[in-house]
């Protein structure tokens, strides 16, 4: 099958998230759920390396991502070999109650490739270099403390994400990384916001974990 590579420069098909993504995948043909899909370029992609991709997005708009909430969504149990979220479960609601539908649809041992924006990483340090490196628009215009502090309280912390779904999934361990490159930014930025990191200047906001589905009888 011939090699299916990422746009460069894209924010959703960066080759690290790429990488990622397969690495924590079982191989193709496996049957996958994308949570948030966007505009579906990730799927797309993993569609093209030959996975059977199901999207889903409740604001979706192109043809193919369903536009569906995930404790809405319709699906036989363990229908699914594995999910991934990428930059999507800080928004879900209701978190819980989705967890849950999640676990349902998958076989206990499947893995959930998650790739986030942790909200709980990013206070007023952080808005302020976001807004250094390139001019700020729309809703997020402002003063780096009002920034933070609207964001901090109607997204989820990864902490909220991983306290709701502990009960149906087994987390490993997080590794953290920049995100806010990927915020609007030039991908080039990903080297200075890399070196505010180690400077101790600015926290890392991205953060990368697999959980993979408990093994339980009925509910948890």
Do not use: C, K
Request: without cysteine.
């Amino acid at each position: 099958m011939r090699a299916v590579r990422p746009r460069v420069g894209d924010r959703i098909l960066d080759r690290s998230l790429v990488a990622f993504v397969t690495a924590a995948l079982p191989g193709p043909p496996a049957r996958l759920l994308e949570i948030g899909a966007g505009r579906g370029e990730l799927a797309e992609h993993l569609t093209q390396a030959g996975y059977d991709v199901v999207a889903i997005d409740p604001a979706g708009h192109v043809p193919h991502v369903q536009a569906v909430a995930l404790d809405r969504l319709e699906a036989p149990n363990a229908s699914f070999d594995a999910a991934l979220a990428v930059l999507s479960l800080h928004h879900v609601e209701p978190l819980r109650r989705s967890g849950e539908r999640l676990a349902e649809m998958l076989p206990p041992g499947a893995p959930f490739v998650i790739d986030e924006f942790d909200i709980g990483a990013f206070g007023a340090a952080e808005a302020r270099w976001w807004l250094s490196q390139g001019p700020a628009h729309g809703d997020h215009a402002g003063e780096p403390e009002a920034i933070a502090g609207d964001m901090r309280a109607h997204l989820h912390e990864l902490t909220d994400v991983v306290t709701a779904l502990e009960p149906w999934f087994e987390f490993g361990r997080v590794e953290r990384l920049p995100y806010l490159y990927r915020w609007g930014l030039d991908a080039d930025v990903r080297t200075l916001e890399e070196q505010a990191i180690a400077r101790g200047q600015i926290a890392a906001t991205g953060a990368r974990v697999v959980a993979r589905r408990r093994d339980y009888i009925g509910r948890p």
